[in-house]
């Protein structure tokens, strides 16, 4: 027996902000405005792009594109450094032009919002008309080169996809008597939450298109993801509320924080790679800190860059890989345990025993990349009091650290091992992370 018909009324607006990073550049320098325009995580060939301004599109370079694919594309495109604290900034400005319409109901990552829509808003023309709307805030508020993209929908996973349908300002509604036709005509790949990896095992099942998958009743969707994934899938596509609205399905409390980074070519060297460590430590620890957690375990991974008669040596390995950038590495990876703590000379201590056992030898003189994670953290709250306080007073100091950097910038007061890389590694850009402000800066 088929379901009842569902009323055309669109639940949920998706507010997708186009070329975010490479706009906001554009909005702060008018000079960048109508010329491709890239934003790079450091200035170095082997890099990858992080954004792309559309001009910048429209020659094939896109997020990801290698900078010297990109140069070699387009000699005179635009690169600039990105900018984590500005972007969040933007970002905030940009939910409050947002609330000043619609109250943003979820922010999914920082250059999306969702509007959960009511009564009579639910209507179509109403809908439309509070986009529109939204629109124009974002234009007089924030800025006039900062465009989004709106997609209208029964749920929140087709008003996702709705606003991926047409780019940059574009306006799509998927109407629930128009499903699931209307959407036959995309990838795969355009559903939120089929990558590369699960793609290919759709695919090996022999499904390959949309129709093909639309075809699918619920126990087969289910059979194909072998989850109740599949089941969600199904509901979805159809207009249907499943209760999640195409959420994902949040885990009971984090589990890790911490940072990376790509090293910029004065800094792939042991001694550079560990002061930019030891900065990356600094700011997690202090993360940790005001997130209110402590951590039992700290994990340290370096790649190295391998040259080619290196690579051509070790290709037997399964260590040896592609970067992203193009860079043939090796890597390594080190964990350490301890009794839960939060200051930052505990974990320095952690992080100094991991990094003696580091590889040494020609294979792994060029360090290029550096990521510190802090594992196993356990809130405040559920720690449990220990007899003995952590020797000299680490916390107190550690506060003291926190109150000084708060106030005059995350760097003002360090330990002396990361002064090398004191304005290397900023903080990495976030794509799925809402940015959060820690006193003058955010992380």
């Not at 109901?105 to 829509?117: F, G, K, N, R, W």
């Not at 023309?125 to 939204?134: D, G, K, T, V």
């Not at 080190?334 to 025993?353: K, V, W």
Request: contains cysteine; glycine residues 6%; proline residues 7%.
């Amino acid at each position: 027996m088929s379901p009842p018909a569902q009323p055309d009324l669109f639940a949920f607006l998706h507010v997708d902000l186009n070329s975010f990073f490479a706009s906001v550049e554009q909005e702060l320098h008018p000079e960048y405005r109508g010329k491709p325009t890239g934003v790079v995580p450091t200035q170095a060939d082997t890099t990858s792009l992080i954004a792309a301004s559309y001009e910048a599109k429209a020659l094939g370079i896109k997020t990801g594109t290698r900078v010297s694919d990109a140069k070699r594309l387009c000699p005179g495109i635009i690169l600039v450094n990105g900018n984590h604290s500005t972007y969040a900034e933007y970002s905030h400005k940009i939910a409050a032009a947002v609330e000043r319409i619609c109250p943003v109901a979820h922010t999914p990552s920082i250059d999306e919002m969702v509007c959960q829509l009511l009564g009579r808003e639910r209507l179509p023309p109403n809908a439309r008309h509070i986009s529109l709307a939204i629109k124009q805030a974002i234009k007089d508020d924030v800025g006039s080169t900062l465009r989004c993209s709106i997609g209208m929908a029964p749920n929140r996973y087709l008003a996702k996809i709705a606003s991926d349908m047409q780019k940059p300002d574009g306006l799509i509604g998927l109407l629930p008597s128009q499903l699931p036709r209307s959407i036959a005509h995309l990838e795969l790949r355009d559903l939120p939450g089929i990558g590369a990896r699960t793609e290919a095992r759709i695919n090996a099942k022999g499904i390959r298109t949309m129709p093909q998958l639309l075809a699918l009743d619920r126990t087969a969707m289910h059979r194909l993801f072998d989850s109740v994934w599949g089941d969600r899938m199904y509901h979805w596509l159809r207009g249907e509320d499943t209760g999640d609205d195409g959420a994902p399905i949040a885990a009971d409390i984090q589990k890790s924080l911490g940072h990376s980074h790509v090293l910029a070519p004065e800094h792939r060297t042991p001694e550079g790679a560990w002061a930019v460590a030891h900065k990356l430590l600094h700011k997690a620890a202090m993360r940790l800190r005001m997130e209110h957690f402590h951590t039992a375990s700290l994990a340290l991974t370096i790649k190295y860059s391998l040259t080619r008669d290196q690579a051509a040596a070790s290709r037997a390995s399964s260590k040896v890989k592609q970067h992203n950038s193009g860079i043939t590495q090796t890597g390594w990876g080190m964990e350490a345990r301890f009794r839960p703590c939060q200051d930052t000379l505990s974990l320095l201590q952690a992080l100094q025993g991991c990094w003696k056992q580091s590889p040494t030898g020609p294979e792994h003189a060029k360090p290029f990349f550096v990521g510190i994670t802090l594992r196993h953290l356990i809130p405040e709250v559920d720690l449990q009091t220990t007899l003995f306080e952590e020797p000299g007073n680490r916390n107190q100091l550690s506060a003291t650290m926190d109150k000084l950097n708060l106030k005059y910038g995350h760097t003002t007061l360090h330990f002396a091992g990361m002064l090398p890389a004191r304005d290397s590694a900023p903080t990495r850009i976030a794509f799925t992370q809402i940015p959060i402000q820690y006193g003058s800066e955010y992380m």
